[in-house]
């Protein structure tokens, strides 16, 4: 590029030569160069000149000498600056190229003469791949198009043989006001810009700096939002084309309103699916309720922001506005801190959202029935079906459960009290459990049920397990229990118990139901570990007599086998020695209970009937009507019916299903 460059430079020296020049006098180089622009019809910026001949002013006019000036058109600056652009596109476009085409990247070595009030600044930049280095033609040449010729020439060289890429002093300046850089400050009509245009130097007139340019923007009024280090960048690259953004105000900035973020969700209308492990979708779990429990943080209100006054470059306040407050709207069941700022939940509960506040309602009401519009419901407080739970969903509940429709093959617990208005038909998958209450049921058929109280039914118990670690119920008019398994810790009383087609049933009062269960489970674990003991003492044995029989040896093998089944035989026997004594030890709290439990019949217990009190068994031969089993000194006594206790939730119940 600088071989195009010194053509250049040759060819304009050989057009200066060729006469295309005026010699001029006039009072001043100016007025010299203004009538030479009119004799060649160009603009004076692109003139040249050398003064011939200073003029002088005399003294009130006398001894006046006028200026003699030789003025020509300069080609060779303009033909420089057009080859400066020319020369930065192919720049750009060649080191695009050559990344996109991922080759040996190069860049010739760069001259760069800066003129200040401190100086004449030479900086050189060191090349890159296989680029040229910079050498003395290049320098010369920079300073030929821009007339300087008062430099330190060992400097020159001395920075062109080893370059530093940094300004080196190499000359004074020499003051020349008519070809130094000029700027003008524009500043925006919002007072928020302030842009300075500069008009580049003329040969080696001398470039602005940032002291310049600071005191321009002071005098044009601009007093803050100043960037120096930006203008300080600007200068040093030296590249006027574009203008300099030199100083920014600030803009206002708006506070933010007052919101209330909320902790629990309150849109409930995005529903999700779950997936199992197979990729398999549980359209019963629809996570509808959102459950909170006391404490709980349902909401934190984040208060407005103060607003932040802007300021313009010429130091003007632009006023900016705070934002709005709102109220903080909750509602029952909630509690609102002292500082009003957090709401937590007074009760455990679901959380309802409406006319925009949060309420904590301990009731949940499902209007219909418990399907795949409401999915699976799980509630910290008490839930109410307006309707049925249908095949295979789940209501679970901390407080009590009301279904005022029935319950088909599904699963219900409550830690309180389950009704069930219409009754259970379970086809022998429904499980029924209340863990601190007791089930209320207009009927039961083919289910589960667990109580921890009571039972009651008033119509009747078809073929179902029944457990209670109280009392079983069942004296409607048409009340009667048939088959399958009754477990009550104190009583069992129906108006019939079988049927005249001596169905099997069995009955079993005296022992809390929970124990009797413990007490199979253990005997079930106590039998699978008895067989699993068998078979390892007779590997032990078989080893054992293999080991005598080769005079006390073993192939390793073997020989470790024998000692993980001693280990393994040690500790199956220790565990069976504990089932034992937990086993011994509940049936001797059964032992030690009180006599107490009852099977009592209003109308008919039928044989096929098996009646269970503590450890004694009674089983029904014949027909009793208007009876009552009980025991007495260790042995099962027969006595007249007695009537139960029925409480006011039983009696609420039978109201209520007369009233429908």
Not at 401 to 422: M, N, T, Y
Not at 511 to 540: C, G, H, M, R, W
Request: glycine share 8%; charged share 30%; aromatic share 6%.
């Amino acid at each position: 590029m600088s071989k195009l460059k010194d053509m250049l430079l040759s060819l304009a020296d050989e057009d200066e030569a060729s006469g295309n020049e005026i010699e001029v006098f006039a009072d001043s180089v100016r007025q010299a160069l203004e009538m030479a622009a009119r004799e060649f019809k160009v603009d004076i910026s692109t003139l040249d000149y050398s003064i011939l001949e200073k003029g002088t002013q005399g003294f009130l006019g006398v001894g006046r000498q006028p200026y003699r000036v030789l003025v020509k058109p300069s080609k060779t600056e303009d033909a420089y600056r057009d080859l400066d652009e020319i020369e930065k596109k192919i720049l750009k476009t060649s080191q695009t190229d050559l990344e996109l085409r991922n080759v040996d990247r190069y860049s010739d070595g760069k001259v760069k003469i800066r003129v200040t009030k401190s100086g004449i600044w030479l900086t050189i930049t060191k090349p890159t791949g296989g680029g040229r280095p910079a050498d003395v033609n290049d320098v010369n040449n920079r300073l030929y198009s821009l007339r300087i010729s008062n430099v330190n020439v060992k400097k020159i060289e001395k920075e062109i043989d080893k370059p530093s890429e940094k300004p080196v002093k190499i000359g004074d300046w020499i003051p020349n006001p008519e070809y130094d850089g000029t700027l003008t400050v524009e500043i925006t009509e919002d007072e928020m810009k302030a842009f300075v245009h500069f008009v580049p130097p003329r040969f080696a007139g001398k470039h602005m700096e940032t002291d310049d340019v600071l005191d321009s923007l002071k005098r044009s009024g601009v007093i803050t939002g100043i960037n120096q280090a930006r203008i300080s960048d600007y200068l040093e690259q030296m590249d006027y084309s574009r203008p300099l953004l030199a100083a920014e105000g600030q803009p206002p900035h708006n506070g933010r309103d007052a919101y209330i973020d909320y902790k629990v969700r309150i849109d409930k209308s995005d529903v999700s699916f779950s997936e199992d492990e197979k990729g398999q979708v549980d359209f019963k779990n629809l996570d509808l309720l959102e459950n909170v429990v006391v404490g709980q943080v349902l909401a934190v209100k984040v208060p407005a922001e103060d607003g932040i006054p802007g300021r313009t470059i010429t130091n003007r306040v632009l006023p900016a506005r705070s934002g709005k407050d709102i109220p903080f709207k909750y509602g029952k069941g909630t509690i609102l801190s002292d500082d009003k700022t957090e709401l937590s939940a007074e009760i455990n509960g679901q959380v309802v959202f409406q006319g925009g506040k949060i309420s904590v309602e301990p009731v949940f009401f499902v209007k219909g029935d418990v399907s795949f519009e409401t999915g699976n419901i799980v509630f910290l407080g008490s839930v109410v079906v307006g309707g049925s739970v249908q095949d295979n969903f789940v209501v679970k509940a901390a407080g009590n459960i009301e279904v005022k429709g029935s319950v088909q093959k599904a699963f219900l617990e409550a830690e309180g009290d389950i009704i069930v208005r219409q009754g259970i038909m379970g086809r022998e998958e429904a499980k029924i459990e209340s863990t601190g209450g007791s089930v209320y049921a207009n009927f039961i058929q083919s289910a589960n049920v667990y109580a921890e109280k009571d039972v009651l039914v008033s119509e009747g118990i078809l073929h179902s397990k029944i457990d209670a670690g109280n009392r079983i119920l069942c004296n409607g008019r048409r009340a009667r229990i048939v088959g399958g398994l009754i477990r009550a810790g104190e009583e069992v009383n129906a108006r019939a118990i079988g049927s005249d087609s001596f169905t099997k049933t069995e009955v079993r009062v005296g022992i809390n139901p929970k124990v009797l269960q413990q007490i199979t489970e253990l005997e079930s674990a106590k039998k699978q570990i008895d067989e699993e003991f068998d078979k390892i003492k007779k590997d032990v044995t078989t080893l054992t007599v293999l080991k005598n029989n080769s005079g006390g040896r073993l192939p390793q093998e073997r020989e470790e086998m024998l000692g993980k089944l001693l280990q393994q035989k040690q500790k199956t026997e220790n565990r069976l020695n504990e089932l034992n004594l937990v086993l011994e030890e509940l049936k001797a709290y059964l032992g030690m209970l009180e006599q107490k439990g009852k099977v009592c019949a209003e109308q008919t217990i039928f044989p096929g009937v098996d009646i269970y009190i503590k450890d004694k068994r009674f089983s029904i031969k014949d027909p009793y009507n208007y009876i009552k089993f009980s025991l007495e000194g260790g042995e099962i006594r027969l006595s007249e019916y007695e009537k139960p206790e029925i409480s006011d939730a039983i009696g609420k119940m039978t109201m209520a299903r007369r009233r429908r």
